[in-house]
């Protein structure tokens, strides 16, 4: 049986009506307002602390830099440490870019502030889901494992994204080999005539560099303009315009496109997790880790369910709405509602993405070597067959004369 949720009256966030104290704002919620069944109240962000002076600069986003700056303080606050002396503690073990933003966390924790409020002060380096899930762990007394949640969420991104380049690095140079031999064959068969019908004895040197140096030079600017587009193409998707021109696109390439779709899937499955887990109301969870996916799309359909979930309707059901999951992940959610373990299904649902994902990537590098020999290798063969025809035919007209 869903659980009714009624709102806040102080900041209108969503809790159980077991609830005494509002999760968000920490205010007795007396008396209980009902929940608007015509509106659907928005989720509040946590509330960025005010800073006694002005917050330092921080490095930009690194995934790296973050799933480390986790590690280390999970294993500190897992000690009994507390937040301030932790982040103190973990100075010298982070990167020197962040030592200084910790420092400041760490004199933000030590006057009373929330570890997650003064962390939303650096919006270019925590992401919303991050904050949030900090957030839950702070109000749970479940800190520790909700820093070492979001290191896992992290280190599992991370590794995706080397297994990844490790996969597709090598058929990116077999690419410039197929396409210098096509350069190779196809300048040859514009000099053949040329050398055959000259009266000028060239030597091999003469003619490497008075007729192929200049198209090996063109080919290599060819390449460099193929970077440079590459380059600003990747600059362009990670702006949000670009973003939401780009990703929808890339979610529709063939052999790509189904990775990348399951890379946000699993990410939303982990943080959705975890949050649950962690006591969030549903429509927060929901709403968090829809913005932890970073995809606009799954983002609004999350939104059209949030009405339908305060109503009652089962998380299971509202995610299927969305026709964003496939069957077997909607019937393995629904188990878990059922029999009442959410949190534990939603980790076998992610982890079970994950194994699909893996699958997957072991298998594009094969399928990519197979599409790229199928476009490849009829280009070459046919000048490589032409051109031998041609001399082949010059070879008979002197032997027959």
Known sequence: MATKMIGCPHCGTPNSEKKR??????????????????VVPRIQRVAAAPAARPTPRAPRFNMRYRANFYRQLQAQLHAGIPPGMSLINIKQAIAPALRRMVLDLAEAANGGVMLSAAMARYPQVFTDWEISLVHAGEIAGALPQAMGDIAEMLEAEIELRLQTQAKTWHLLGTSVIMGLVICIVVRAKQVLPILMNSQQDYSPVEVLVKYFVPALQ?????????ALLLSVFRLIAATPGGARFLRPISYKLPLIGPILVGAVRLRFLSVLGSLWGAGVAPMEALETAARASDDSRLMRRIAAQLEPLSQGMPLGSALAATKYFPADVMHLISTGETSGSVPEMLQRVANYTRQDLNDKLKKLPLRLQLL?????????????????????EKMFEVTGG
């Open 21 to 38: 104290i509002c999760h968000h704002c920490q205010q007795e919620m007396h008396p209980p307002a009902p929940v608007q069944r015509a």
């Open 218 to 226: 063109v080919f290599g600017l060819v390449m460099f303009g193929v």
């Open 372 to 392: 790229l020999y199928a476009v490849m290798v009829p280009i070459v063969a046919y000048f490589v067959i032409t051109t031998w025809q041609w001399v082949y």
